[in-house]
């Protein structure tokens, strides 16, 4: 940080907030939860009503827990031990559920200006560029004496251009307003603080050391739509991803199997994080005990539910489809945004999570580091579609052509042959890519 700390003083700025006055700012959760069963029972984003109230007397009824996520923050800090990197973990899970926070605000805002009709991409802008510089900053913040690696999605080149100084200021009002609302840190950004702690993200990551993996907004579509998305935060030690954090705010807190999709959703918002032989816990957004949560125990692909991307442009539906068909799945594939799909499967909502991007494109390790130790630390299995492990040491894309599969460990043998006989298919008749 460049200055010393200023206080943050009494901030000005407003808060959208769901109204309290209308029967609108309870939604239905099923239209909250994002999910496609097969398209069939897809809704869009909520019609919400808000009222602007000053921030600092917002008081979410759902969502933000950083307070009571962090609450035990500093216990953990004091008995950390290096090894089991308690106090990363800890420290991961306070800033992804500062930014999932601010991202929160951000969509609710979206949603009463309906701009995710439009083209215009700037209110996401502002969101993912916000989450990334607030998630720099508290890593920092609260692991001061380490050497830090951030590869992360964003940087500052486009807010740096002349006319970008409107954007710039409401990025920087939202990460202190944030700051503000939680408390921990007696902190004020200026406008230049804000630019550096995003540029922290150019790392290239690599083999070597340690380094923090993020992507401030996963499922940018699904966020635009008001449907799925995920803050997503993992750190690779030599290699290897050792913990992983991911905050869903709008996935239900109940099952979003295609067995229960008639079931109504009572609430929603879950923060998922994993450590290298640990386990996976999830607790609500809104506060609750972390509980372990298992990949599903299912052995037979009749029984099996699939989850693929919602948008069709980031996998092949149609090569899902046969794998589908071949492994003898009966349930229609469930598409859903983001790594949203890598935490519903660690919980067991379903039991195989498919992706197979088009031709040329190359996947980002931050769209996949978080996703993978939450499965695998939940007994799950992720690998390419040749059954080998993600490589995540690489730099800042993953070395792989072929595609992601993700499923138990039953299913994992089945899983992969239906996948190479399809592949092999699909090569037969290249027209089909
Ligand atoms: N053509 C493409 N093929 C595959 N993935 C793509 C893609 N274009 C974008 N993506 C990635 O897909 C992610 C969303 O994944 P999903 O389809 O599971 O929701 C995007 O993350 P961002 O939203 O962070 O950009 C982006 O990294
Ligand atoms: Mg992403």
Redesign the pocket.
């Known amino acids: 940080m460049g200055r010393p700390p200023l206080d943050s003083g009494l901030s000005r700025l407003v808060a959208l907030v769901p109204s309290t006055s209308s029967s609108a700012s309870k939604p239905s959760s099923l239209r909250r939860s994002g999910v496609t069963f097969c398209q069939r029972f897809y809704v869009s984003a909520p019609s919400l009503h808000f009222r602007c109230v000053p921030l600092r007397s917002f008081t979410p009824s759902r969502g933000l827990s950083a307070k009571s996520l962090g609450g035990t923050f500093s216990a953990a800090m004091s008995s950390s031990s290096s090894s089991s990197y308690e106090k990363e973990f800890a420290a991961a899970k306070k800033a992804v559920s500062l930014a999932s926070h601010l991202c929160q605000k951000v969509q609710r805002s979206i949603i009463e200006c309906d701009v995710q009709s439009k083209a215009d991409k700037s209110p996401v802008t502002v969101a993912?560029y916000g989450s990334q510089a607030l998630v720099s900053l508290v890593l920092r913040l609260e692991l001061p004496s380490q050497p830090f690696s951030l590869v992360a999605?964003e940087d500052s080149r486009d807010l740096r251009e002349e006319g970008s100084q409107g954007t710039l200021r409401r990025i920087t009002n939202l990460v202190n307003d944030t700051l503000s609302f939680d408390g921990t840190y007696n902190v004020t950004l200026s406008e230049d603080d804000v630019l550096d702690a995003i540029d922290r993200g150019k790392s290239e990551g690599g083999p070597n050391g340690q380094h923090w993996v993020l992507?401030?907004?996963?499922?940018?579509?699904?966020?635009l739509r008001g449907d799925?998305?995920a803050i997503?935060l993992a750190m690779l030690d030599k290699r290897k991803v050792v913990l992983g954090v991911l905050a869903c705010p709008n996935l239900p807190q109940t099952s979003i199997s295609s067995t229960n999709k008639h079931s109504s959703v009572s609430e929603i918002g879950c923060l998922f994080s994993a450590r290298l032989g640990y386990g996976t816990v999830m607790q609500y957004l809104d506060g609750s005990k972390p509980s372990e949560v298992h990949v599903s125990t299912v052995a037979d692909p009749a029984n099996a539910s699939l989850f693929?991307?919602?948008?069709a442009?980031?996998?092949m539906h149609d090569l899902s489809s046969t794998i589908a068909e071949k492994l003898g799945v009966k349930a229609p594939p469930v598409r859903?945004?983001?790594?949203?799909?890598y935490c519903a499967l660690a919980r067991g909502d379903g039991a195989i999570y498919l992706?197979f991007?088009?031709e040329?494109?190359r996947?980002?390790i931050?769209?996949h580091a978080a996703g993978s130790i939450v499965v695998s630390e939940a007994g799950g299995v992720v690998t390419d579609a040749a059954g080998k492990e993600l490589d995540f040491s690489k730099g800042r894309y993953l070395d792989l052509n072929t595609g992601i599969i993700c499923t138990n460990k039953k299913l994992m043998p089945q899983l992969l042959k239906a996948v190479q006989d399809s592949l092999k298919g699909n090569l037969q008749t290249p027209e089909s890519l």
Do not use: L, M, N, V
């Open positions: 993912d999605e992507d401030p907004i996963d499922g940018t579509k699904g966020f799925q998305y997503a693929e991307s919602f948008e442009a980031h996998s859903i945004d983001s790594q949203a799909k992706r991007p088009h040329g494109y996947e980002k931050w769209d």
